[in-house]
């Protein structure tokens, strides 16, 4: 008899091999109880949802829903989180050590740098494709991605496409279309193909992303936190989270949380930037790319202050004060400016230039806030370093600045005694007299749609739901306060709806009032008032 872990692990592949299995023949294979079969399917549907993998329950059985390219997805991440046990149950070694060999043989042909982490993340996305396809997996019609292929004029690359062919012929594997474009946008869409050829962004999407920067600089009322680095780097990273999103690969980070419940409204209104651009590459987002744009703009908005240090405090100040150094430049945005000193001179640098300090023993200073970590720098020394590094953004911000010009935003504030999500939503949407009856209902999916992507909680209470643009013929914004609270994601509960409705390409008639939100969001009761005042 396995213990749970293993059972679990077990479970998950036959769902994985898109096995269907049921209550009852695991219960009777593993001779354990009904209820604890479902709390492994519990701790599995939990352990899939971020991959966009779902768990159906029905009378044929329980089974994995998604398309191949998202089971691949999944798996590799479980061979690179657990190499030994899920890459034995997955591929075989002898063909991931005859893929590796021959990559290693390709690059030094070409006279490529070999970087051994990229070889394997590559090779382990040829062994799994292989894998799968031998039991007759195959990697469904990609329409979208040649779409994205053929826009971003990717087929100029051609090393890349002569590797994929290369190893393909090595390991006698015929592949399709569908497989080339699939391992060519994992190569491009985890900038593995850094070690190539240097990508030019397109055009197209530069200036698509200038647009997205002028909106943001608009609503937040800070034009000066444009500049040519915000658009260098914003542009590589959506070019990348659109090849990323175009073959299902999410990114994952274990900072979400942390930065939505920081900056929940800068948050939720890129999501709502973000709306148009995503539209127009058929991709979807999700919270860890929100998060990564989010980070992007708050550093513009940092660069454009005073600029401000941290200063790694070591007993030598040398060798692990380098190394330390390295770690936290890593872990925190590119124009962040980190110095090192020794315990014996530390305090010569103690100016106002300096925001805080991380130090690997406790120093007689209280001038500063400071953090003392390992010399080795843990996994949970870089989340304290950028905890600080968030308090001290979080203290320093003031990237909503007063409005001086008012913009004429129709609101509407409604007392509603509903007790269901669905139902308030189509209650407001019922209200709105310049949207037609074929619209409604597709403005209304496309709202719960966004609701599925990511939750529009905003915090203390207030949700900020929005859908389509394109549905939208007058910009406005409806209000709903609830009579009794409601839970609105399975997590956090709501008692004001706050329901946006823009218009493509007027995202800036919502600045003021996006400003008086951001003002009072920890009371509501102000606000509302305020709101009422202005009807």
Request: aromatic share 12%; hydrophobic share 40%; net charge neutral.
């Amino acid at each position: 008899m396995i213990d749970s872990k293993h059972r679990k692990e077990e479970i998950l592949i036959k769902l994985l091999n898109l096995e269907k299995v049921s209550y009852q023949t695991l219960s009777q294979e593993y001779f354990v109880s009904k209820s604890s079969i479902a709390k492994d399917f519990e701790y599995i549907r939990e352990l899939i949802k971020p991959y966009d993998l779902y768990l159906v329950f029905n009378q044929r059985g329980t089974y994995i829903e998604a398309s191949e390219t998202k089971i691949q997805n999944f798996i590799k991440n479980l061979i690179e989180e657990k190499p030994g046990y899920f890459e034995e149950k997955f591929i075989k070694k002898d063909q991931l050590n005859a893929i590796h060999n021959n990559l290693i043989y390709f690059l030094e042909e070409k006279e490529l740098p070999i970087y051994l982490d990229t070889v394997r993340k590559i090779s382990i996305s040829f062994a799994v494709l292989f894998s799968r396809k031998n039991k007759g997996r195959y990697i469904e019609e990609l329409n979208n991605s040649i779409d994205v292929v053929e826009m971003f004029n990717f087929q100029n690359i051609p090393l890349i496409y002569e590797l994929i062919y290369y190893i393909g012929s090595k390991l006698d594997y015929s592949l399709s279309k569908e497989d080339v474009y699939y391992i060519a946008l994992f190569l491009l869409g985890n900038r593995m193909s850094d070690f190539f050829t240097n990508i030019d962004v397109p055009d197209g999407l530069i200036n698509q992303v200038k647009d997205l920067i002028q909106q943001i600089s608009i609503g937040l009322s800070n034009k000066d936190m444009i500049d040519n680095k915000l658009l260098r780097d914003l542009s590589v990273h959506l070019m990348y989270m659109v090849l990323r999103r175009s073959i299902n690969i999410s990114m994952h980070s274990t900072l979400i949380n942390d930065i939505k419940n920081k900056y929940p409204v800068l948050y939720q209104l890129t999501s709502l930037w973000l709306t148009n651009f995503c539209d127009y590459y058929k991709t979807k987002l999700t919270d860890a790319e929100i998060m990564y744009v989010v980070i992007h703009i708050q550093a513009a908005i940092e660069r454009n202050k005073n600029k401000k240090r941290i200063l790694v405090v070591c007993p030598s100040g040398y060798g692990f004060g380098s190394f330390i150094s390295a770690k936290v430049k890593s872990s925190l945005p590119s124009d962040v400016f980190v110095e090192v000193a020794s315990e014996l001179n530390y305090k010569e640098l103690l100016t106002e230039k300096i925001a805080y300090i991380v130090s690997t023993r406790e120093l007689d200073q209280k001038k500063l806030p400071s953090v003392v970590i390992s010399p080795l720098v843990q996994t949970e020394d870089m989340k304290k370093i950028f905890d600080l590094y968030l308090r001290f953004i979080y203290q320093e911000k003031d990237y909503i600045s007063p409005k001086t010009t008012k913009q004429n935003l129709p609101h509407y504030i409604y007392h509603l005694d509903l007790q269901n999500k669905e139902d308030i939503i189509k209650a407001l949407i019922q209200k709105v007299n310049n949207l037609d009856d074929c619209s409604k209902p597709l403005f209304i999916d496309s709202i719960f749609n966004r609701e599925h992507m990511q939750s529009t909680y905003l915090g203390n209470g207030i949700a900020l739901p929005h859908g389509d643009p394109k549905f939208i013929n007058q910009t406005m914004v409806l209000i709903a306060v609830l009579e009794k609270p409601i839970l609105w994601d399975g997590t956090n509960i709501v008692d004001t709806i706050i329901l946006l409705l823009v218009k493509k390409g007027e995202s800036y008639l919502l600045e003021e009032f996006m400003n008086e939100l951001v003002e009072e969001v920890n009371n509501k009761a102000l606000f509302l008032e305020k709101m009422k005042k202005r009807r």
